[in-house]
């Protein structure tokens, strides 16, 4: 998978959403996420799935071809957040607080985030169009693409608090290098469930 997609797990470290629900529904706060990320430069396609339950998440990504990848496990009660290298070998990265990780985060990538007034159906969600940006220059990274506010949870596709701040993305488009287009990294979400494996929240051995 290409290497941009790891590297901005600093950043991401993942959520888009799929399935059947409606408004009538109500508001999910526990379920199954399953996205498709795609690279469009070397048209490279990976797997990200967020898991969640009120106070804890896990983003998970995997190359389809190898299972390699990395696993995260957010505790937010207790302020931890727990990182897994996974390839040969699972390798365990020190823990980290989610108040810290987050500010580092602010302090590298502060986004400025604008909602639009263009509705659109995801998956049975109503979604809103928003865009992103952050950076100047060949630094630049613009996401554009649209959320929705009948799913909520602390963990998201976007690890920053004014992207939480809008709702949960559903499908976007994240732009670097000065927001190129040829360079984009296509995150769609192809799968939902209301439902979460409780085994996903516990530490790997």
């Not at 950043?11 to 009538?24: D, E, K, N, P, R």
């Amino acid at each position: 998978m290409n290497t941009f997609c790891f590297k901005i797990t600093g950043v991401l470290l993942v959520s888009c959403l799929l399935g059947g629900f409606t408004q009538a529904q109500g508001v999910l706060q526990t379920g199954t996420v399953k996205f498709t990320i795609t690279t469009k430069a070397a048209k490279d396609t990976g797997i990200q799935t967020i898991y969640f339950k009120p106070g804890f998440g896990v983003v998970e990504m995997l190359n389809p071809t190898d299972s390699s990848g990395f696993q995260s496990i957010y505790a937010f009660e207790k302020d931890s957040v727990y990182h897994f290298l996974r390839g040969d070998e699972l390798m365990a990265l020190p823990a980290m607080g989610i108040q810290e990780l987050m500010a580092q985060s602010k302090l590298k990538t502060s986004f400025k985030v604008t909602t639009g007034k263009k509705h659109r159906n995801i998956l049975g969600y109503d979604c809103f169009d928003f865009k992103a940006e952050t950076g100047s220059g060949k630094s630049k990274t613009v996401i554009t693409g649209w959320a929705t506010r009948q799913i909520q949870h602390e963990i998201g596709v976007v690890m920053d608090q004014d992207l939480l701040a809008i709702g949960f993305p559903m499908e976007f488009f994240m732009m670097p290098n000065g927001g190129s287009k040829k360079k984009a990294v296509v995150f769609s979400a192809v799968q939902v469930t209301p439902t979460v494996d409780e085994r996903i929240f516990i530490h790997p051995k």
